[in-house]
């Protein structure tokens, strides 16, 4: 946008302001959101009470929002109307996906958006993949934000694909890219000790990048454990070292400001199914975007479980395998037109993920060179449309 736009001014807000700053090198904001929902619930009664107030919340802000009905007689929660009454000073809000409107995550994702429609600011949601919408309560919830936003700019075509099935209004859908797309491929000016250390145990022999997670919540819908995803990604590993590489395990998600979730801790426990653990490592290191970018163009190839990572990896100029635990890989690779390097669960699980990895790598330069054109086409809609989004504004 600021390329597109020098004149604007832009106010970014994260669930972690202090890490994202500190990765990003600039000023992030506090999502006051976030934060009153990781600090309300703590013990049994709060609990309760939270969730309670999760099952009102919706109907309450819907019917301030125009449905009526008996919840217009409740108060706006005052941690809503506050983030509204902050949200007076801006032209409009842009919320860039991700993956969050999800009937597994609940209906807290929607909370930034209301508040947008409450403040009547225009409010485009940007690169998103969304649905299923299974659960009941977060379909009528979906159907009732997405109808009244300016525009739900989609990066791959499974979602809206699984909108429809689900009954859920498309009225204000786009067609967009994924916008980790848009991260300009560059050289740090000055880089760190420790990107310097990984760039050269990269370069010391022909590497495989690899990217895990925690399964859950998806374990159950997948059904797969844990303890079964990290034995069959072991053997892949075993697989790729026999074949002359060294395996290398990036993290996307890591603990760092006290965030849930850090796969470099299930990287770790991969360690027990290398059979030959030398030529394995896992990055401790905690990297921005770029930083993982200029590693991950010294790989040979990166097999993702997390999306981001592949798209970084692809960004960069290496090709990415990406494993589907929802449909949002198969989605971004089916619009790059390049169906074949994203696979499912399964493939892991009965070890033909090998086989598609060995078949990517017997025939790598002609792949590379798809890839590369595919990214380039992406950028260039990506940034269209944001140009095109910034026209609307004025």
Not at 5 to 28: H, N
Not at 147 to 163: A, F, K, P, Q, T
Not at 287 to 301: A, M, Q
Request: proline letters at 3%; glycine letters at 6%.
């Amino acid at each position: 946008m600021k390329s597109a736009r020098s004149d604007l001014d832009i106010d970014v807000i994260s669930r972690y302001p202090t890490s994202s700053g500190y990765l990003l090198q600039q000023d992030i904001q506090q999502d006051a959101l976030f934060l009153h929902n990781s600090k309300s619930g703590k013990g049994l009664v709060g609990s309760f009470k939270r969730k309670v107030a999760n099952r009102l919340m919706p109907d309450i802000m819907m019917a301030h929002l125009g449905k009526g009905g008996v919840f217009k007689s409740f108060a706006v929660p005052p941690h809503l109307k506050a983030f509204t009454e902050s949200l007076a000073k801006y032209d409009a809000i842009i919320q860039v996906g991700g993956s969050f409107f999800v009937d597994l995550y609940g209906v807290t994702q929607f909370d930034h958006a209301l508040c947008a429609l409450m403040a009547k600011k225009p409010i485009y949601l940007i690169g998103h993949s969304v649905g299923p919408f299974q659960n009941p309560r977060v379909n009528a919830l979906a159907n009732f934000v997405f109808d009244r936003v300016n525009s739900l700019v989609l990066r791959e075509s499974v979602s809206l694909d699984l909108m429809k099935r689900d009954g859920v209004t498309s009225s204000k859908v786009a067609a967009g890219v994924d916008t980790a797309f848009l991260v300009r491929a560059r050289e740090v000016e000055n880089p760190s000790h420790n990107l310097l250390h990984w760039q050269g145990i990269i370069s010391s022999r022909k590497t495989i990048a690899i990217t895990v997670r925690e399964l859950a919540p998806f374990d159950k819908r997948l059904g797969v454990t844990q303890k079964e995803y990290e034995a069959a990604f072991g053997r892949v590993i075993n697989a790729m070292i026999a074949e002359g590489y060294q395996v290398v395990a990036f993290s996307t998600c890591t603990g760092i400001d006290s965030y849930a979730k850090d796969d470099r801790m299930v990287a770790l426990t991969l360690r027990d199914h290398v059979e030959q653990p030398e030529h394995y490592h896992v990055i401790m290191d905690e990297f921005n975007d770029l930083e993982l970018g200029i590693l991950l163009s010294h790989c040979h190839l990166t097999i993702g479980t997390r999306l981001h990572s592949a798209i970084i990896s692809m960004n960069f100029g290496t090709p990415a395998v990406a494993i589907n635990y929802e449909h949002k890989s198969m989605g971004v690779m089916n619009q790059l037109g390049l169906p074949q390097m994203a696979t499912d669960v399964k493939s892991l699980m009965d070890g033909s993920l090998i086989d598609k990895v060995k078949s990517v790598l017997a025939d790598y330069d002609n792949i590379k060179l798809k890839v590369n054109t595919a990214v380039a086409n992406e950028r260039e809609i990506g940034n269209r449309i944001t140009e095109e989004i910034l026209k609307v504004l004025g």
